[in-house]
Each structure stands twice: as structure tokens, then as C-alpha cells.
């Protein structure tokens, strides 16, 4: 049965023989990348929905920056994997940390003329940056070995706690630089951060995509595959679940009197407990199974749901 999984279809690594040495200096160098990211994308979360209240000629469209953002994930992510497969893992990275540092820069610039359509925009182009990061875990296993390779993904992930970390902070200290005009500011911090990401990513050490690539499996051959299929839906519900949390909250706090400075520390403890765990999935994936791992991850969601319910 052919491995299509992202490691095998972009990169020559299963020809390359395993190095964990090479594996964890990538992994530090896509942890920090991580990092960097997570704070642009928390950034999103947490003021795009109050940045669109503020621009958008009707308050029930407040969170459409959210959803171009998403959009803009989702249609930017199967191009990214074709343009890495073509061009390999380092240019494609590069290309989405510009994507989104373009997009940051339109959305500050979108803010001071006050232009709700143009946020829009911005944070679909934005959103082509998240689309790459995705394949950050998968680059961590390129030239891993089988033991060190879900290990690698998980620590990757962890770097996203810098975001978690740091993100309020930043957030509350670059809302108001260009006061009076509130959030500007966080796009153009946002904007810097991923310029930062560029630069490390250069430093990204993997193997050159393969000339002759193994022919792919239909797509319909794909879909009969219930694994995948278990897969793809898991993903799908807890994606969904984490989107409706993260858009509401920011609003639905500051709609009931808190600060923006209080939702953005709400956005914090979400992402921490999003990644913080992913220092002991990968050993726990290797003892007891992802299907085992997904299906604890599904029930906390839906736990999360009902204390939300509760008000």
C-alpha cells in the first residue's frame, strides 16, 4: 500500500536514511517557526472578530475576518503541498511566512482607513500562512526515525506555547500604537514577528523534494480508506468546535463588559491547553494508538461545549 502521508509525497526522505541529529536540530529550528506563527494566529483569533466589529457597516458581521481567514487556510493548503513537492519544504515555508506577513501589513493598513472590506482580504491572504505552518509537524519527521518521529511532531507543536505564552502580552501592548485607531497596531507586531520567521526558517535543514515521485492513489481509493476517513472527520469536528470557541469568546466578553486586555488572557489559557499537551501525545500515540488519542481528544471537546453552554 503506498504512504502518502505529506513526509513521503514532498520529500525524498524515505530515500534518505534516518538521522535523529538532523531531526532535532529541524525540530528547534520548526518549534521556533512554530512559535512565531502561533503568535500571528492567535493574534487573528483574538482581535480579528473585535477589529471587524469596529470596521464592518453591520455588527453581525463582525467575525467575517475570522471566516476569510479560515478560508483562506483552506484553500491555500493542498496548492502548499503542491508547491513544496515542487520546490521543496524551505521555499514553500518561506513562501507562507511572506503570505502572511504581507496579509498582516493589509490588515494595519485596512484598519487606519477603516476599510472592512480590504480587513477582509488581508486576513484571507493571511490565512495562505497558516495553510504551510500545518505541514511544520510533518517536515519534523522527514529525517526521523520511526521512534523519534511522533515525538518530533509533538514537540514541534509545543513550540506554539510561545504563543500562548507571549501572545497577550503582545497583543494588549500593540493594540493601541496607533492610537486612537485600536488593533493596527497587533498587524504590524504581527507583521515583524513573521518577518522573524523567515529568517529562521532558512536555517531549516531537509531533504531535496524527489525527481521521480511514486504515482499518487486515485482520490476515490483515498476516500475508501476508513481510517483516513475517521481521520479527516475527527479533524473536521474538532477544528469546527476549536473555531466557534476562539471567534466567540473575544466578542461575546467584551459584549458583556470585559476588556479586550481580559479576552486575549481567555485566548491564552485556550492555546495552552490546545498545545501544552503536546509534550507527552507523541509517547502516548506510541503506547496506546492515535484512534485511542483522537477519540480523548473528541470527549474533552465535547466537555468544553457543555461547560460553555452553561454560561
Not at 509525497?9 to 512565531?36: F, M, Y
Not at 501592548?173 to 488593533?183: E, G, I, K, Q, S
Request: aromatic fraction near 10%.
Amino acid at each position: 500500500m503506498t504512504d502518502l502521508s505529506p513526509a513521503t509525497i514532498t520529500s525524498d526522505a524515505a530515500a534518505d536514511q534516518p538521522d535523529d541529529g538532523r531531526a532535532k536540530r529541524n525540530v528547534w529550528v520548526l518549534a521556533a517557526a512554530q512559535g512565531l506563527g502561533g503568535l500571528a494566529t492567535m493574534n487573528i483569533f483574538a482581535t480579528a472578530a473585535l477589529a471587524g466589529a469596529q470596521l464592518a457597516p453591520d455588527a453581525r458581521w463582525a467575525t467575517l475576518p475570522v471566516s476569510t481567514y479560515i478560508i483562506g487556510t483552506a484553500l491555500t493548503t493542498y496548492p502548499a503541498s503542491m508547491f513544496m513537492q515542487r520546490y521543496g519544504r524551505r521555499a514553500g515555508f518561506m513562501l507562507g511566512a511572506l503570505g502572511g506577513l504581507i496579509g498582516s501589513l493589509l490588515a494595519a493598513y485596512a484598519i487606519l482607513r477603516g476599510d472592512f472590506a480590504l480587513f477582509c482580504l488581508a486576513t484571507f491572504i493571511a490565512g495562505s500562512h497558516q495553510a504551510f505552518a500545518q505541514y511544520y509537524r510533518f517536515a519534523a519527521t522527514d529525517v526521523a526515525s520511526p521512534g523519534f518521529a511522533p515525538k518530533a511532531v509533538s514537540y514541534v507543536l509545543a513550540g506554539a506555547l510561545v504563543g500562548a505564552l507571549f501572545g497577550p502580552l503582545i497583543i494588549n501592548h500593540t493594540r493601541d500604537l496607533f492610537a486612537p485607531v485600536l488593533f493596527a497596531g497587533n498587524y504590524a507586531a504581527t507583521a515583524a514577528l513573521l518577518a522573524v520567521s523567515m529568517g529562521v526558517l532558512a536555517f531549516i535543514d531537509l531533504p531535496k523534494p524527489q525527481a521521480e515521485r511514486p504515482a499518487a492513489t486515485p482520490f476515490g481509493a483515498l476516500l475508501r480508506r476508513k481510517r483516513l476517513l475517521v481521520a479527516m472527520l475527527a479533524g473536521m469536528m474538532a477544528y469546527g468546535m476549536m473555531n466557534l470557541l476562539m471567534t466567540a469568546t473575544p466578542l461575546a466578553m467584551v459584549g458583556c463588559g470585559l476588556s479586550p486586555d481580559q479576552a486575549s488572557w481567555v485566548i491564552q489559557w485556550h492555546v495552552l491547553a490546545m498545545f501544552a499537551p503536546s509534550f507527552f501525545t507523541g509517547a502516548l500515540i506510541v503506547r496506546y494508538g492515535a484512534e485511542r488519542i483522537i477519540a480523548i481528544g473528541l470527549l474533552l471537546n465535547d466537555a468544553a461545549a457543555l461547560a460553555g453552554m452553561t454560561g
